[in-house]
């Protein structure tokens, strides 16, 4: 995991406009850019502040239970708390290395669960202190623009204060990723049920609701762009506007219908909820270790170099715990490879895309029609088929705005040998196949990208390095998505 964070702070600090350019070689293909401008770490300050929000109205929250005697959500509350803060330490802790270091203040601060305060701080001071004196040395990041279907190489110089604040980034996503599904999802569940039994609402905890949807959205952003980063190192990302906000909306309508059905779900069949629950985590942990076994692979030696066998196996447990969380709730937008030095695989994965929104989709809607017939006295004043018919169409809008995000808004869309209106439209046309057999061209962006000889497009997928065939016939293309998906390109 070290050498994936270094790599990923050479990808977030890659980010710049080609007009900062310095030097054009005489063929244009390669761009020398002199990096002088660091971008302020938004990031870092806004998992600081869902941070510390969720710590101060979690605490509040549990003063008033224990006015009013309820140990129960007292109890649970607290754990949904120190669960996450103390992992956000550890990992805080890990990724800086602080434990070869001489730092007893910071080291106490995160006994104390303020280590994301304290590194906030720390990344604000290198960024208002950046530019003020040279930097003692500097290095070169070489990445691959994506630029009207064209690939340009370009390089980016690389001080100091760039290489330490991109550290911090790195950090934060991680630490916003465990807060948002190891803390705010299960606090949200929880207050969201708390709220139904005791019929009455109460402010505090709805402010604790509203900054846990919060995180949890944020958390699931940052965790797509992360897949996003770590997939395409080789190249230059930018998130639009547009891309942002569809994957907003994606996962906001996702998170909240899936962590409704399981609340009302569990209001009608309290016990039975625990087995859903734990039988979805089981699997998705279990999961890649069952593929790992299967691929007879040995473990990665690269997370940690002062690790032992034993201690690279907590690790990954940890990470696969993680990452069978965030399943539970969402889609994950990556699949583990634990034989990998960076856990995760790098092909899209059509066909795993596809069922977890089917396996999904059903079993919410199997969670809302148990409630249905088995719902309490407390909901005859609400309509139930309507509330119901609400939350599927919320999921589809959700399954809706996800494609539209990889057909139009994915950063490396032009990569995809197949996108999702070739898939969509192979699904149309099995239909109509013995009255239409006239080629059909495809409006995916797929073959408009141009990659230069010394970065092929082998190095993300030696199996999809070839373009689709526009002017084969119907059949033969059909066949050639169907195979594609199936393999999992």
Same mark, same amino acid.
């Given at each position: %995991?070290?050498?994936?964070?270094?790599?990923?702070?050479?990808?977030?600090?890659?980010?710049?406009?080609?007009?900062?350019?310095?030097?054009?070689? /005489?063929?244009?293909?390669?761009?020398?850019?002199?990096?002088?401008?660091?971008?302020?770490?938004?990031?870092?300050?806004?998992?600081?502040?869902?941070?510390?929000?969720?710590?101060?109205?979690?605490?509040?929250?549990?003063?008033?239970?224990?006015?009013?005697?309820?140990?129960?959500?007292?109890?649970?509350?607290?754990?949904?708390?120190?669960?996450?803060?103390?992992?956000? &330490?550890?990992?805080?802790? !890990?990724?800086?290395? #602080?434990?070869?270091?001489?730092?007893?203040?910071?080291?106490?601060?995160?006994?104390?669960? @303020?280590?994301?305060?304290?590194?906030?701080?720390?990344? $604000?001071?290198?960024?208002?202190?950046?530019?003020?004196?040279?930097?003692?040395?500097?290095?070169?990041?070489?990445?691959?623009?994506?630029?009207?279907?064209?690939?340009?190489?370009?390089?980016?110089?690389?001080?100091?204060? /760039?290489?330490?604040?991109?550290?911090?980034?790195?950090?934060?996503?991680?630490?916003?990723?465990?807060?948002?599904?190891?803390?705010?999802?299960?606090?949200?569940?929880? &207050?969201?049920?708390?709220?139904?039994?005791?019929?009455?609402?109460?402010?505090?905890?709805?402010?604790? %609701? *509203?900054?846990?949807?919060?995180?949890?959205?944020?958390? +699931?952003?940052?965790?797509?762009?992360?897949?996003?980063?770590?997939?395409?190192?080789?190249?230059?990302?930018?998130?639009?506007?547009?891309?942002?906000?569809?994957?907003?909306?994606?996962?906001?309508?996702?998170?909240?219908?899936?962590?409704?059905?399981?609340?009302?779900?569990?209001? =009608? @069949?309290?016990?039975?909820?625990?087995?859903?629950?734990?039988?979805? $985590?089981?699997? !998705?942990?279990?999961?890649?270790?069952?593929?790992?076994?299967?691929?007879?692979?040995? @473990?990665?030696?690269?997370?940690?170099?002062? !690790?032992?066998?034993?201690?690279?196996?907590?690790?990954?447990?940890?990470?696969?715990?993680?990452?069978?969380?965030?399943?539970?709730?969402?889609?994950? +937008?990556?699949?583990?490879?634990?034989?990998?030095?960076?856990?995760?695989?790098?092909? &899209?994965?059509? #066909?795993?895309?596809? %069922?977890?929104?089917?396996?999904? !989709?059903?079993?919410?809607?199997?969670?809302?029609?148990?409630?249905?017939?088995?719902?309490?006295?407390?909901?005859?004043?609400?309509?139930?088929? @309507?509330? =119901?018919?609400?939350?599927?169409?919320?999921?589809?809008?959700?399954?809706?705005?996800?494609?539209?995000?990889?057909?139009?808004?994915?950063?490396?869309?032009?990569?995809?040998?197949?996108?999702?209106?070739?898939?969509?439209?192979? *699904?149309?046309?099995?239909?109509?196949?013995?009255?239409?057999?006239?080629?059909?061209?495809?409006?995916?962006?797929? =073959?408009?990208?141009?990659?230069?000889? #010394?970065?092929?497009?082998?190095?993300?997928?030696?199996?999809?390095?070839?373009?689709? #065939?526009?002017?084969?016939?119907?059949?033969?293309? /059909?066949?050639?998505?169907?195979?594609? %998906?199936? /393999? +999992?390109?």
């Amino acid at each position: %995991m070290s050498e994936v964070t270094m790599e990923e702070q050479e990808r977030e600090i890659s980010d710049v406009d080609p007009q900062e350019c310095s030097s054009v070689e /005489e063929n244009g293909v390669m761009l020398v850019v002199n990096h002088s401008r660091i971008r302020p770490p938004f990031s870092v300050v806004l998992a600081t502040v869902l941070y510390c929000a969720e710590f101060v109205s979690a605490v509040v929250l549990c003063s008033r239970y224990h006015k009013t005697d309820d140990t129960i959500w007292m109890s649970f509350t607290i754990t949904f708390m120190l669960v996450p803060a103390v992992l956000i &330490q550890l990992a805080l802790t !890990f990724i800086h290395r #602080d434990l070869g270091r001489d730092r007893p203040l910071v080291l106490f601060l995160h006994l104390l669960l @303020l280590g994301p305060l304290i590194r906030c701080v720390e990344a $604000l001071v290198i960024y208002f202190r950046a530019g003020k004196k040279e930097e003692p040395y500097v290095t070169i990041s070489r990445k691959i623009s994506l630029k009207k279907g064209q690939g340009t190489p370009m390089e980016w110089e690389i001080g100091q204060s /760039e290489r330490n604040l991109a550290t911090h980034r790195n950090a934060f996503k991680r630490t916003a990723v465990i807060q948002a599904f190891l803390g705010s999802t299960p606090q949200l569940t929880l &207050q969201l049920y708390a709220t139904i039994q005791e019929k009455y609402f109460l402010p505090t905890r709805w402010v604790l %609701m *509203i900054i846990t949807l919060i995180s949890i959205i944020y958390g +699931a952003v940052v965790c797509s762009v992360l897949a996003i980063q770590i997939r395409y190192d080789d190249y230059k990302l930018r998130l639009r506007p547009a891309a942002y906000l569809c994957m907003i909306v994606w996962r906001g309508l996702e998170i909240a219908t899936r962590i409704t059905a399981l609340v009302l779900f569990s209001t =009608a @069949l309290t016990h039975w909820v625990i087995l859903v629950g734990v039988a979805n $985590l089981l699997f !998705f942990f279990f999961l890649p270790w069952a593929e790992f076994w299967a691929k007879k692979g040995s @473990l990665t030696e690269n997370i940690e170099k002062n !690790f032992s066998k034993l201690g690279t196996t907590v690790v990954l447990c940890m990470f696969t715990l993680l990452y069978a969380c965030i399943n539970v709730f969402c889609w994950s +937008a990556v699949q583990l490879d634990l034989s990998h030095r960076e856990l995760i695989e790098r092909k &899209q994965r059509w #066909d795993r895309l596809a %069922m977890y929104y089917c396996g999904r !989709f059903v079993e919410n809607f199997l969670l809302i029609t148990l409630w249905y017939f088995y719902k309490s006295d407390f909901y005859e004043y609400v309509c139930a088929p @309507l509330l =119901a018919v609400q939350l599927l169409i919320c999921y589809s809008l959700a399954v809706v705005f996800m494609l539209l995000f990889y057909q139009f808004c994915h950063p490396c869309r032009r990569l995809f040998k197949y996108n999702v209106h070739d898939c969509l439209h192979c *699904i149309c046309c099995h239909k109509g196949r013995g009255r239409q057999r006239k080629p059909m061209p495809s409006y995916s962006t797929a =073959a408009t990208m141009v990659l230069v000889p #010394d970065e092929p497009l082998e190095l993300l997928d030696p199996q999809n390095s070839e373009p689709p #065939d526009l002017t084969s016939q119907l059949g033969e293309r /059909e066949t050639a998505i169907v195979e594609d %998906m199936m /393999e +999992a390109a």
